[in-house]
Structure formats: C-alpha cells, structure tokens
C-alpha cells in the first residue's frame, strides 16, 4: 500500500492550491479517505473526510474554503484549498485503508 502526496508550495494569503494523493495497492474505491494536517508545534488535525460512496465532512476550520473529492479511475485524492490563510500552513498528509502519506508541506505567506 502506497500513497502519495503531491501540490504543496509557498503561497500568499488568499490563494489556492490543489492538493493530490495517488493511491497503489489497494482497492481504493472501497475506502473513505482523511486529509490530515501538522502545523508546527500544534497536534495533527483532521480536516477531511470522503466516504467511499462520496459524501463528504470538514473540519470547522476549513469549512466552506476547502473541497475534498475523489477520482476512483485515477486512484486519486484531492484537496482544494482556497482563501488560504497563514493558519493553514502545515504538513497535509491523505490517509486510508490504515496508511498514511509521507506529506506535502502547504506554506502560506502573510
């Protein structure tokens, strides 16, 4: 079981980014996936939830500016990330069927 992160950068407040996972080694239609974050001396956090069937939940925090979705044909995760704030800078990992991501760092300038 792989799974990979990719889309993180340095970006100014306000913006976006778009987040992906890549998943190998399972069947990855049949698990809900997470996206987690770890901000500097701050615990991990949950910030979001996709069933296997597509239904959806957020973190307080970022409801309303970030969308996860899926592509079951591409074995793919995604996190779109608008009006970002200095707050959101972290380490984004995905996580599903019990494994997690190595981490693509999400930087956001003031």
Avoid: H
């Avoid at 890549?22 to 239609?29: H, V």
């Avoid at 597509?54 to 074995?75: C, E, H």
């Amino acid at each position: 079981v792989q799974l990979v992160e990719s889309g993180g950068g340095l970006v100014q407040s306000g913006g976006s980014l778009r987040l992906s996972c890549t998943a190998s080694g399972f069947t990855f239609s049949n698990y809900a996936m997470r996206w987690y974050r770890l901000a500097p001396g701050k615990e991990r956090e949950w910030v979001a939830f996709i069933s296997a069937g597509g239904g959806t939940n957020y973190a307080d925090s970022v409801k309303g500016r970030f969308t996860i979705s899926r592509d079951n044909t591409k074995n793919a995760l995604y996190l779109q990330m608008n009006s970002l704030k200095s707050e959101d800078t972290a380490v984004y990992y995905c996580y599903g069927n019990g494994n997690w991501g190595r981490g693509t760092q999400v930087t956001v300038s003031s």
